[in-house]
């Protein structure tokens, strides 16, 4: 079966610090992977999401980059945190076609 | 631009109860729509999806029913349970293979014992 690990669970970082979270699917080859920013009292909001390895879109534009070094994994990164980017970050996947889409547990990153 | 909007914002119940959540969506060419369950802190979990070919989906007590002529769907839950108790966020899935979901804001459900 598939399974979607991300890490770290919580993190807090001070403002101006780098940033990488990462994720990783087990199960299943060539997954659609996204990235997704949920602020408190507002939706769940696309930042990423890849179809294949080096291959990334970006949705919104901000201080935030990510990269898809190998098919399962995903990497969100930032050079330098800024107080606006605290959030619950949620890494997704799906397989091509109009499949079903699944969740890790997300992290919630604090920055102070 | 697909937006996606869930009324009541919140909503609580006695135990027991059957209730339904209302999702609707301004843009009906749709792949699927699907509903999720998320626990305070937690990730989500999926619940049901439909096609847009389909008109319904059951899963236990849970039933969701797509419209997309009216750009609507809900899901039914039968029998409240106080486990039932999160957020149920719906989702309508847009262009194709890249599998962009758009989230509507969420209902907080609370189901009282």
């Known amino acids: 079966s598939q399974t979607i690990h991300q890490w770290p669970a919580t993190l807090v970082q001070p403002v101006g610090s780098p940033l990488s979270l990462e994720c990783t699917v087990e199960?299943?080859?060539?997954?659609?992977l996204y990235w997704y920013r949920q602020a408190a009292g507002r939706g769940l909001q696309l930042l990423f999401y890849?179809?294949?390895?080096?291959?990334i879109s970006s949705e919104v534009p901000q201080n935030l980059s990510a990269s898809r070094p190998q098919d399962r994994q995903f990497i969100l990164s930032s050079k330098k945190l800024l107080l606006s980017d605290s959030g619950f970050y949620l890494c997704?996947?799906?397989?091509?076609?109009?499949?079903?889409?699944?969740f890790g547990q997300g992290t919630r990153l604090t920055v102070v | 631009k697909q937006e996606v909007t869930q009324i009541p914002a919140a909503l609580s119940v006695p135990e027991g109860e059957n209730l339904v959540l209302n999702c609707s969506f301004t843009?009906?060419?749709?792949?699927?729509l699907q509903w999720f369950r998320q626990d305070p802190g937690k990730g989500l979990t999926s619940l049901l999806l439909i096609q847009s070919s389909q008109r319904e989906q059951t899963s236990g007590r849970l039933n969701a029913s797509l419209d997309k002529s009216s750009g609507r769907s809900t899901l039914y839950i039968a029998a409240s349970q106080p486990g039932d108790s999160a957020t149920y966020l719906c989702a309508s899935r847009i262009g194709g293979n890249t599998g962009k979901l758009i989230f509507g804001q969420g209902t907080t459900l609370q189901v009282k014992p």
């Open positions: 997704a996947w799906s397989g091509t076609g109009n499949t079903e889409a699944f």
């Open positions: 199960g299943t080859s060539n997954p659609n």
């Open positions: 843009d009906s060419a749709i792949y699927n």
């Open positions: 890849s179809v294949g390895i080096g291959q």
